[in-house]
């Protein structure tokens, strides 16, 4: 409940669940947080292994979320 009760968590966690994001995509959709935050929850999320990062192969050779 700590991960998910900071600010901005659930939002990023419920955008994820509609698919892969990247980051721009990330922020477009959550209009008000800036990418500091952005990437402040990303992290976190990550780090306990709620959201998984990974790169895309060539072409598209983008990380997404």
Do not use: C, H
């Not at 998910?4 to 959709?29: C, K, N, P, T, Y």
């Amino acid at each position: 409940m700590e991960l998910i009760g900071e600010r901005w968590s659930l939002m990023i966690i419920r955008e994820l669940m509609l698919g892969v994001r990247r980051f721009s995509d990330l922020r477009a959709s959550l209009p008000g947080i800036s990418a500091k935050v952005l990437t402040e929850r990303l992290g976190s999320l990550e780090e306990a292994g709620a959201v998984r990062r990974e790169k895309l192969p060539p072409p598209a050779n983008v990380q997404v979320y």
